[in-house]
């Protein structure tokens, strides 16, 4: 059945370039598909079922570049829509295809000319597949390689050590959670190769309505052997930290490509509001914020985020503080400062319609205290620490890392790499700091532990020169796992242990940091948390 589909496919793409019918833009209709021709110089032609809103032929400078078996679709594919098209004459003509379900309205646009498809979502409830994205299914003999991660995600030929998601090929540990980049930084992702050097990227302007904030990373591409796929991930309950918002997602973007890789911010969605699409909100209906973010340590990115129930936004500081926040929909926000992706400060704030309203903000962590010790940074990542420099793009049991331990480190000698990432329950626990003190305080001391995420229920517990500090309580679970998927950024617990007086001494002491859990396991999927800072300090 498969195979028959493509042969028609394969045949109706043949007799559209020999009949050379689809020349100019416009669209048909044959065979139970909506036929879409961008009319552009690099020909772009892509087929849409009138039943279930799949991509199920795309073809691009006449070469097919869908995989057979299986359509580009939203989430898993739609199984069913009502499937509607029009062209629009605007300040361009449009081809407008839209696919309706209960609780989903799908559209793709092509402008005439432009070998791009402008994609938005609009949603009132989450799939029940608990996941929105939208994945394109392409062909690895034309599109096999992956940018810019390269082949950390590249799966095929792998046998797999961790689920079905995670594996190892050629003695390298690989997963598609490991093509994934920072909301705040993102900007194309591509699949490409062949002969003319296509390139197919994806591209999201912004991401308003999806959840997780600034930081939040999720699948970007994966070539999986029998088809290279390349997403836009939504909602995804891969370590998630809020609920899924509903409303508008988009517009996104699948461009077509012969002359490289090309930037998001050079993308004019503007005119997207010509073409009728349910929860759209043009420039002019929306707001923004404006002020200075201070008291963030220095050398550290000030970052401000704003978000509710029904969008985030987010911006980077400059040097001097300023800030100017997206255009954002009217609503009261909570405001988020972070130096670097440690949070310090929040605040609420409303935004109006046609307004830049300007609210500063400003650090309510770094306050002063005698340091005796500090390891690491208040950064929201274990930048630095054993095997950072790796995880995003690889397992831990990968043979590229370096030993997990238990490891030793000795304050005023050890590197900072002596000092692990994460702390497994069954693999390096516990950590051990050793560290000379001049004089024993006088009073009582703060152990700080910071945190970025936490598998499994698993906190931190310390012990002091043998006094054993309070077990604290399980932190808010996230049913997801993290690290061995590249992730780190998690609700970000911070651990203070209050030392009694007369528990340091003068000269060498010793604290233990122990990952407890109220569950066991074994290995890379014991409970385990990652470390962001630990501070001795008075």
Known sequence: MVLK????????????????????????SSGGNYIIDAGSANTLVFSVSQSSCDIN???????????????????SGLGSATVSISQITGSSKYIKLTCVTSTLTHYMVVREGDSTVYLATYITAEPSVGELRFIARLLPDQLPYEYPYGVVSTTTGGTAIEGSDVYLVGGQ???????????IDEDSHCVYGGSDVIHV???TPQQESSSGGPFFRDIDSNNAGASTNLYNYMNSGHVQTESFRTGLHGP????????????????????????????????SARGAVSGTASGVQSGQQAVVHWYNSAAQYWANATSAGTFTSPLMKPGTYTMVLYQTEFKVASASVTVSAGKTTTMNI????????????KIGEYDGQPKGFRNADKFL???????????????????GSSALSDFPMALFQSVNNPVTIKFTLSSAPSGTATLRIATTLSFAGSRPQATVNGWAGPAPGAPTKIDSRGVTRGAYRGYGEVYDVSIPAGTLVAGSNTITISSISGSSGDTFL???FIFDCVELFI
């Not at 032929?57 to 989430?75: A, D, F, K, N, V």
Request: glycine share 10%; net charge positive; hydrophobic share 35%.
């Open 526 to 528: 014991s409970p385990n």
């Open 252 to 283: 996104y973007l699948m461009q077509f490509s012969r002359s490289g890789v090309p930037s998001v911010k050079s993308m004019d969605v503007s005119w997207f509001g010509e073409v009728g699409v349910t929860g759209y909100v043009a420039a």
């Open 362 to 373: 400003a650090s309510t962590f770094n306050t002063a205290h005698a340091t005796l010790f």
């Open 393 to 411: 793009r690889m397992h831990p049991s990968d043979g590229r890392m370096s030993s997990w331990g238990p490891l030793t480190y000795t304050v």
């Open 57 to 75: 032929s795309i073809t691009y400078r006449g070469t097919e570049l869908q995989y057979g078996s299986t359509g580009t679709h939203i989430s």
């Open 201 to 203: 990227c994806v591209m």
């Open 173 to 183: 540990t690989r997963s598609k959670f490991y093509s994934s980049t920072r909301f």
């Open 5 to 28: 589909k493509v042969m028609q496919l394969a045949v109706l793409s043949a007799s559209v370039f020999a009949s050379g019918v689809f020349g100019a833009f416009g669209y048909t």
